[in-house]
Protein backbone atom coordinates (compact mmCIF):
# COMPACT_ATOMS: atom_id res chain seq x y z
CA UNK A 1 0.00 0.00 0.00
CA UNK A 2 3.12 2.18 0.25
CA UNK A 3 1.83 2.83 -3.87
CA UNK A 4 -1.11 4.81 -2.41
CA UNK A 5 1.08 6.93 -0.63
CA UNK A 6 3.34 7.99 -3.06
CA UNK A 7 0.41 8.52 -5.34
CA UNK A 8 -1.35 10.83 -2.70
CA UNK A 9 2.07 12.70 -2.38
CA UNK A 10 1.95 13.25 -6.17
CA UNK A 11 -1.34 14.53 -6.01
CA UNK A 12 -1.02 17.00 -3.40
CA UNK A 13 2.37 17.99 -5.53
CA UNK A 14 0.16 18.62 -8.61
CA UNK A 15 -2.81 20.35 -6.71
CA UNK A 16 -0.21 23.24 -6.18
CA UNK A 17 -0.40 23.49 -10.27
CA UNK A 18 3.03 24.67 -10.45
CA UNK A 19 5.22 23.15 -13.10
CA UNK A 20 8.37 24.22 -11.96
CA UNK A 21 7.18 22.28 -8.68
CA UNK A 22 6.31 19.17 -10.26
CA UNK A 23 9.47 18.47 -12.14
CA UNK A 24 11.71 19.43 -9.20
CA UNK A 25 9.84 16.60 -7.09
CA UNK A 26 10.55 13.81 -10.09
CA UNK A 27 14.01 14.43 -9.06
CA UNK A 28 14.01 13.96 -5.46
CA UNK A 29 15.12 10.78 -4.81
CA UNK A 30 12.35 8.49 -2.42
CA UNK A 31 14.00 7.08 0.63
CA UNK A 32 12.76 3.49 2.68
CA UNK A 33 9.60 5.59 3.68
CA UNK A 34 9.92 4.47 6.96
CA UNK A 35 7.16 6.83 8.46
CA UNK A 36 4.56 6.06 6.20
CA UNK A 37 5.42 2.09 6.65
CA UNK A 38 5.48 2.94 10.02
CA UNK A 39 1.80 4.49 9.57
CA UNK A 40 0.09 2.16 7.08
CA UNK A 41 1.23 -1.19 9.34
CA UNK A 42 -0.48 0.44 12.85
CA UNK A 43 -3.41 1.99 11.27
CA UNK A 44 -4.25 0.26 7.68
CA UNK A 45 -5.11 1.83 4.72
CA UNK A 46 -8.01 4.39 4.91
CA UNK A 47 -7.94 7.73 3.30
CA UNK A 48 -7.10 9.65 6.20
CA UNK A 49 -4.50 7.09 6.87
CA UNK A 50 -2.57 7.37 3.65
CA UNK A 51 -2.71 11.15 3.94
CA UNK A 52 -0.98 11.40 7.24
CA UNK A 53 1.32 9.31 5.81
CA UNK A 54 1.75 11.23 3.15
CA UNK A 55 1.88 14.39 4.95
CA UNK A 56 4.81 12.75 7.03
CA UNK A 57 6.56 11.76 4.08
CA UNK A 58 6.69 15.79 2.47
CA UNK A 59 7.41 17.13 6.01
CA UNK A 60 10.68 15.15 6.39
CA UNK A 61 11.51 15.33 2.67
CA UNK A 62 11.52 18.92 3.26
CA UNK A 63 13.60 18.97 6.67
CA UNK A 64 16.58 16.71 4.07
CA UNK A 65 16.22 19.49 1.69
CA UNK A 66 16.80 21.78 4.52
CA UNK A 67 19.09 19.55 6.08
CA UNK A 68 21.69 19.03 3.00
CA UNK A 69 21.75 23.28 2.42
CA UNK A 70 22.61 23.36 6.13
CA UNK A 71 24.88 20.32 6.19
CA UNK A 72 26.85 21.31 2.56
CA UNK A 73 25.59 17.55 1.51
CA UNK A 74 26.13 17.25 -2.65
CA UNK A 75 24.49 13.85 -2.61
CA UNK A 76 21.63 11.96 -1.27
CA UNK A 77 20.99 8.84 -1.31
CA UNK A 78 23.85 8.16 -3.59
CA UNK A 79 22.50 10.36 -5.76
CA UNK A 80 22.94 14.59 -6.25
CA UNK A 81 20.95 16.25 -4.02
CA UNK A 82 18.60 19.29 -5.01
CA UNK A 83 21.11 21.56 -3.65
CA UNK A 84 23.57 20.22 -5.68
CA UNK A 85 21.88 20.16 -8.94
CA UNK A 86 19.87 23.34 -8.87
CA UNK A 87 21.35 25.70 -5.68
CA UNK A 88 20.79 25.90 -2.02
CA UNK A 89 17.78 28.69 -2.48
CA UNK A 90 15.70 26.40 -4.88
CA UNK A 91 16.07 23.53 -2.24
CA UNK A 92 15.15 25.39 0.41
CA UNK A 93 11.89 27.10 -1.33
CA UNK A 94 11.08 23.66 -2.02
CA UNK A 95 12.04 22.69 1.30
CA UNK A 96 8.85 25.40 1.86
CA UNK A 97 6.82 24.51 -0.28
CA UNK A 98 6.26 20.50 0.60
CA UNK A 99 6.24 21.21 4.29
CA UNK A 100 3.75 24.01 4.20
CA UNK A 101 1.21 22.12 1.95
CA UNK A 102 2.34 19.25 4.46
CA UNK A 103 1.05 21.36 7.44
CA UNK A 104 -2.20 22.77 5.06
CA UNK A 105 -3.27 19.17 4.06
CA UNK A 106 -3.04 18.11 8.27
CA UNK A 107 -5.43 20.72 8.70
CA UNK A 108 -8.18 17.79 7.13
CA UNK A 109 -7.13 15.05 9.66
CA UNK A 110 -7.69 15.64 13.35
CA UNK A 111 -6.81 18.27 15.75
CA UNK A 112 -5.16 15.70 18.05
CA UNK A 113 -2.89 14.10 14.62
CA UNK A 114 -2.28 17.66 13.87
CA UNK A 115 -1.16 18.36 17.12
CA UNK A 116 0.89 15.45 17.44
CA UNK A 117 2.32 15.95 14.28
CA UNK A 118 3.08 19.47 14.35
CA UNK A 119 4.52 19.48 17.69
CA UNK A 120 7.07 16.94 16.20
CA UNK A 121 8.25 19.47 13.67
CA UNK A 122 8.79 21.98 15.92
CA UNK A 123 10.97 19.27 17.57
CA UNK A 124 12.85 18.49 14.37
CA UNK A 125 13.82 22.11 13.99
CA UNK A 126 14.91 22.75 17.40
CA UNK A 127 17.43 19.43 17.26
CA UNK A 128 18.96 20.72 14.04
CA UNK A 129 19.72 23.65 15.18
CA UNK A 130 21.13 21.73 18.19
CA UNK A 131 22.92 19.43 16.35
CA UNK A 132 24.60 22.19 14.19
CA UNK A 133 25.35 24.21 17.25
CA UNK A 134 26.81 21.10 19.45
CA UNK A 135 29.29 20.81 16.21
CA UNK A 136 30.77 23.79 16.56
CA UNK A 137 32.30 22.40 20.34
CA UNK A 138 33.57 18.87 21.15
CA UNK A 139 30.20 17.82 22.73
CA UNK A 140 31.45 15.10 25.15
CA UNK A 141 28.13 14.53 26.72
CA UNK A 142 26.03 11.51 26.50
CA UNK A 143 22.57 12.94 27.59
CA UNK A 144 22.92 16.40 25.19
CA UNK A 145 23.61 13.61 22.22
CA UNK A 146 20.40 11.34 23.28
CA UNK A 147 18.55 14.92 23.53
CA UNK A 148 19.75 16.11 20.05
CA UNK A 149 18.93 12.83 18.01
CA UNK A 150 15.88 12.50 19.95
CA UNK A 151 14.50 16.00 18.37
CA UNK A 152 16.13 16.08 15.10
CA UNK A 153 15.16 12.25 13.81
CA UNK A 154 13.45 10.27 17.00
CA UNK A 155 10.47 13.03 17.44
CA UNK A 156 8.84 12.63 14.08
CA UNK A 157 9.06 8.57 13.92
CA UNK A 158 7.63 9.21 17.16
CA UNK A 159 5.00 11.41 16.27
CA UNK A 160 4.29 9.08 13.27
CA UNK A 161 3.76 5.98 15.45
CA UNK A 162 1.81 8.16 17.74
CA UNK A 163 -0.30 10.05 14.96
CA UNK A 164 -1.20 6.47 13.47
CA UNK A 165 -2.47 4.74 17.25
CA UNK A 166 -4.84 7.98 17.60
CA UNK A 167 -6.29 7.03 13.98
CA UNK A 168 -6.37 3.69 14.18
CA UNK A 169 -7.92 3.85 17.95
CA UNK A 170 -4.63 1.78 19.14
CA UNK A 171 -3.11 2.64 22.86
CA UNK A 172 -1.09 5.75 21.82
CA UNK A 173 1.74 5.61 24.60
CA UNK A 174 3.04 2.00 23.55
CA UNK A 175 3.11 3.38 19.75
CA UNK A 176 4.69 6.37 20.83
CA UNK A 177 7.95 4.67 23.07
CA UNK A 178 8.03 2.10 20.38
CA UNK A 179 8.66 5.44 17.60
CA UNK A 180 11.11 6.83 19.77
CA UNK A 181 13.10 4.16 20.11
CA UNK A 182 13.40 3.53 16.63
CA UNK A 183 14.16 6.81 15.72
CA UNK A 184 16.76 6.90 18.63
CA UNK A 185 18.42 3.52 17.69
CA UNK A 186 18.09 4.33 13.92
CA UNK A 187 19.98 7.44 14.50
CA UNK A 188 22.60 5.80 16.40
CA UNK A 189 22.95 2.90 14.15
CA UNK A 190 23.10 6.23 11.26
CA UNK A 191 26.38 7.35 13.51
CA UNK A 192 27.91 3.80 13.61
CA UNK A 193 27.48 3.46 9.77
CA UNK A 194 29.53 6.88 9.05
CA UNK A 195 32.45 4.80 11.12
CA UNK A 196 32.22 1.67 9.66
CA UNK A 197 31.16 1.64 6.18
CA UNK A 198 33.54 2.18 3.20
CA UNK A 199 32.51 5.98 1.34
CA UNK A 200 31.34 4.17 -1.59
CA UNK A 201 28.38 2.45 0.50
CA UNK A 202 27.75 5.82 2.57
CA UNK A 203 27.81 8.43 -0.37
CA UNK A 204 29.35 10.57 1.80
CA UNK A 205 33.15 10.10 2.65
CA UNK A 206 33.96 8.02 5.75
CA UNK A 207 33.74 9.90 9.12
CA UNK A 208 32.27 12.57 7.40
CA UNK A 209 30.20 13.34 11.07
CA UNK A 210 33.56 14.05 12.72
CA UNK A 211 34.67 16.12 10.19
CA UNK A 212 31.56 18.02 10.35
CA UNK A 213 32.30 18.79 14.04
CA UNK A 214 29.54 16.05 15.03
CA UNK A 215 30.78 14.03 18.22
CA UNK A 216 28.33 11.07 17.82
CA UNK A 217 28.21 8.06 20.64
CA UNK A 218 31.25 6.53 19.10
CA UNK A 219 32.91 9.36 19.63
CA UNK A 220 32.27 9.96 23.06
CA UNK A 221 32.52 6.82 24.29
CA UNK A 222 35.58 6.62 22.64
CA UNK A 223 36.71 9.90 24.54
CA UNK A 224 36.12 8.38 27.86
CA UNK A 225 38.22 5.06 27.71
CA UNK A 226 41.29 7.43 26.00
CA UNK A 227 44.28 8.17 27.70
CA UNK A 228 45.38 11.63 27.91
CA UNK A 229 47.25 11.48 25.13
CA UNK A 230 44.31 9.64 23.06
CA UNK A 231 42.40 12.16 24.39
CA UNK A 232 44.46 15.24 23.22
CA UNK A 233 45.45 13.37 20.11
CA UNK A 234 41.04 13.27 19.15
CA UNK A 235 40.66 16.47 20.47
CA UNK A 236 42.91 17.81 17.82
CA UNK A 237 41.25 15.75 14.93
CA UNK A 238 38.28 17.19 15.46
CA UNK A 239 36.58 19.02 12.69
CA UNK A 240 39.87 18.60 10.30
CA UNK A 241 39.56 17.10 7.23
CA UNK A 242 41.59 13.80 7.89
CA UNK A 243 44.57 11.98 6.16
CA UNK A 244 44.74 8.55 5.58
CA UNK A 245 46.78 8.10 8.61
CA UNK A 246 44.42 10.04 10.95
CA UNK A 247 41.82 7.96 10.11
CA UNK A 248 43.65 4.96 10.59
CA UNK A 249 44.18 5.80 14.11
CA UNK A 250 40.63 6.95 14.54
CA UNK A 251 39.48 3.35 13.74
CA UNK A 252 42.27 1.60 15.08
CA UNK A 253 40.98 3.10 18.53
CA UNK A 254 37.58 2.34 18.04
CA UNK A 255 38.41 -1.08 17.65
CA UNK A 256 40.87 -1.70 20.13
CA UNK A 257 38.24 -0.38 22.76
CA UNK A 258 35.58 -2.18 21.21
CA UNK A 259 33.74 0.89 20.92
CA UNK A 260 31.30 0.32 17.75
CA UNK A 261 30.38 -2.96 19.84
CA UNK A 262 29.38 -1.09 23.09
CA UNK A 263 27.61 1.70 20.39
CA UNK A 264 25.12 -1.21 18.25
CA UNK A 265 24.62 -3.02 22.04
CA UNK A 266 23.46 0.32 23.14
CA UNK A 267 20.82 0.67 19.77
CA UNK A 268 19.93 -2.93 20.37
CA UNK A 269 19.03 -2.53 23.81
CA UNK A 270 16.24 0.07 22.31
CA UNK A 271 15.14 -1.96 19.75
CA UNK A 272 14.16 -5.06 21.98
CA UNK A 273 12.29 -2.88 24.10
CA UNK A 274 10.18 -1.42 21.02
CA UNK A 275 10.02 -4.90 20.13
CA UNK A 276 8.55 -6.41 23.32
CA UNK A 277 6.19 -3.54 23.39
CA UNK A 278 4.86 -4.64 19.64
CA UNK A 279 5.02 -8.01 20.73
CA UNK A 280 2.91 -7.17 23.62
CA UNK A 281 0.32 -5.88 21.39
CA UNK A 282 0.48 -8.42 19.24
CA UNK A 283 2.11 -6.30 16.26
CA UNK A 284 4.39 -8.90 14.15
CA UNK A 285 4.86 -6.82 11.50
CA UNK A 286 5.95 -3.86 13.63
CA UNK A 287 8.41 -6.02 15.93
CA UNK A 288 9.74 -7.17 12.16
CA UNK A 289 10.92 -3.57 11.41
CA UNK A 290 12.22 -2.97 14.53
CA UNK A 291 14.66 -6.17 14.06
CA UNK A 292 15.42 -5.14 10.37
CA UNK A 293 16.99 -1.84 11.78
CA UNK A 294 19.40 -4.02 14.19
CA UNK A 295 19.95 -5.95 11.26
CA UNK A 296 21.57 -3.26 9.02
CA UNK A 297 25.31 -3.67 7.62
CA UNK A 298 28.11 -2.90 9.65
C1 LIG B 1 19.24 14.68 9.04
O1 LIG B 1 20.29 14.59 9.93
C2 LIG B 1 18.30 15.76 9.49
C3 LIG B 1 17.13 15.61 10.13
C4 LIG B 1 16.62 14.27 10.48
C5 LIG B 1 16.27 16.77 10.55
C6 LIG B 1 16.41 18.04 9.75
C7 LIG B 1 15.50 19.10 10.25
C8 LIG B 1 15.46 20.36 9.80
C9 LIG B 1 16.34 20.87 8.72
C10 LIG B 1 14.46 21.30 10.41
C11 LIG B 1 13.56 21.94 9.38
C12 LIG B 1 12.29 21.21 9.22
C13 LIG B 1 11.41 21.37 8.18
C14 LIG B 1 10.16 20.60 8.19
C15 LIG B 1 11.65 22.23 7.01
P1 LIG B 1 21.76 14.19 9.49
O2 LIG B 1 22.40 15.35 8.81
O3 LIG B 1 22.44 13.66 10.70
O4 LIG B 1 21.52 12.97 8.52
P2 LIG B 1 21.91 12.75 7.00
O5 LIG B 1 23.20 12.00 7.04
O6 LIG B 1 20.77 11.93 6.46
O7 LIG B 1 22.03 14.08 6.34
MG1 LIG C 1 22.71 15.90 6.89
Redesign the pocket.
Known sequence: MLSAVERKIEQFVSDLNDKEVSGLYTKLPHGKRLRAKLILKIAGSSLSVVKTAAIVEM?HA???????V??D?YT?RNKPSINALYGNKTAIML??IL?SKGFLELNNISPEVAKIVSNA?VQ??L??LK?VSLSKAFNLDKEIYLEMIYQ??AS?IEASAGAAAVLAGKPKDAYLTYGRNLGLAF?MI?DILDITSDSATLG?PALH?FVEG?TTLPYIYLYEVLDEVGKAKLRSLHTKVLNMQEQAWILSQMKEHKIIEKSYLEAKALIDEAIMLMDAQGEEALSGIAKEMIERDF
Open positions: IASLLHDDIDARGDYVLSGEDKTLQDKDK
